[in-house]
Structure formats: C-alpha cells, structure tokens
C-alpha cells in the first residue's frame, strides 16, 4: 500500500513539472519590466489571453533554452519594435517572436525589419496570433 502510494505521490508531482506553451506579450509603452511576471504552481509564466486567437504568423527572432536569456532578449526587442513581442515557450525552448499578422506578405515585411535590426536569424513562423 505505502508503494503505490509513493508512486502516485511521485506522479501528481510529476505532473506539475509538465511544460506548458505560454505566452508574455510586452506591448511597446508599457512600463514594467519582463521579470515582473506571476509565476504558477509549476515555475512556467502564466499569461492570460486579451482575446481571440486566429491563425497568423509572426516573425521569431530568438530560442533560448533558458526563460532569462529569452526574457533578455525581449526587453530589448520592446525597444527596437513597435509591435507587440511576446515570450512563448514551446518545450525545450523560450521563443521570442514580434507581431500579430493574417498576412504572409506583412510578416515578410517585419522579417526584413527585424534582419535590418541584428536578428540575422529571423524567420516567420505560423502561429495563433490576436485578432486584431
């Protein structure tokens, strides 16, 4: 009896360590810093949605493994954008991407922004972003 209830102990914590896709959207003007965000239960950053989601693209200009490398990354990138950049973390890494576009062609037209800007590795990539 004490084993299974060591081995349900051990999946219920378990479960709590499971990565889950979040997002932080640092909108350009707003004045807080990226450190300030509610962790949960589980140590991931949680983040409420401001509204609906349609199929999109944004332009992805870092992966870190790490939340404050990432996090880094964005806070300086709030300063170079006026779009909305946003931490998401897709297991094993913290992906930092700006915009929210329907179209192809204007996600091409950041992409060619953000290159003139130092993120030589920006692509775009197909997301859920916020209808607009």
């Known amino acids: ?31 807080y810093s990226l450190y300030d965000m509610e962790v949960g239960n589980s140590g991931t950053t949680e983040v409420t949605t401001s509204g609906n989601t349609v199929a999109g693209y ?28 946003y931490v998401e973390y897709e297991a094993p890494y913290y992906k930092v991407r700006v915009g929210d576009y329907i179209n192809k062609s204007d996600a091409e037209i950041l992409k060619d922004k953000a290159r003139n800007l130092g993120y030589s590795d920006a692509w775009i990539a197909q997301t859920e972003v916020n209808a607009q």
């Open 1 to 31: 009896m004490k084993r299974i209830i060591t081995l349900a102990l051990v999946v219920v914590a378990l479960a709590g360590c499971l990565p889950r896709k979040t997002t932080k959207v640092v909108s350009p003007g707003d004045d």
């Open 58 to 85: 944004r332009v992805q200009i870092f992966a870190s493994s790490t939340n404050d490398g990432a996090n880094k990354v964005a806070s300086e990138a709030r300063f170079k954008f006026t779009e909305s950049v």
